[in-house]
């Protein structure tokens, strides 16, 4: 018997839901409406359009519902779906300059980034820092000063706490290609958060989850 992936614990819920159960759609959303809605907000910023991003988000859950495989985790597979409905709403704005989403100089798995760069002397983590309100605007800032592939990859794997793996699925990356921006998207946020929250005595060195 060859490997298989861990039972997905929505699998339940995702059958009746395709067999027309109200209440299982219901289940779902409950789940996952505030997840959804944390992200949304780290993408666009604003409750208004986040409201948008997590509307769309369901609609196109009960559209497409039928279309999901299973080849990932439901909630990796919706958490793509939110973010492309977000990154939607930002390309409406025109407020960040363009960018190529995919980049043929990374990929390489962080190698020609400097040992120093993979340091981030923060006095706090980055999920600790999203706690407090005013470490959060000040955070929510600097993110919105980063490309847009860079910003992306931070909230997803130190924000949201996804794996590389799931990342990589979410944005249609490579695992490698996560890595590198994660590296880069921290070093770029520590030049601005040292300024307020540096500590040369306390270093954290972050650890990426491979699976």
Known sequence: MGDSQPLDPDRQAI?????GAAAAVESLVAKYQQRVFRLAMRIVGRRDDADEVVQQTFLSLVEHLRD??????????LLRIATNHGLSVLRRR??????????????NDGKDVPLSDLVARWRETPEQIAQHQELRQLLTETLDRLDLKYAMVFVLRDLEGLS????????DIRPGTVKVRLLRARRLLRLRLAEQFGDETARIVPTDQET
């Open 15 to 19: 059958e009746l839901a395709r067999s």
């Open 68 to 77: 999901f495989r299973g080849q990932s985790a439901f909630a990796t597979w």
């Open 94 to 107: 025109v407020t960040r300059p363009a960018v190529a989403w995919t980049d043929r100089t990374e990929g």
């Open 164 to 171: 590389t793996r799931e990342t990589a699925e979410v944005l």
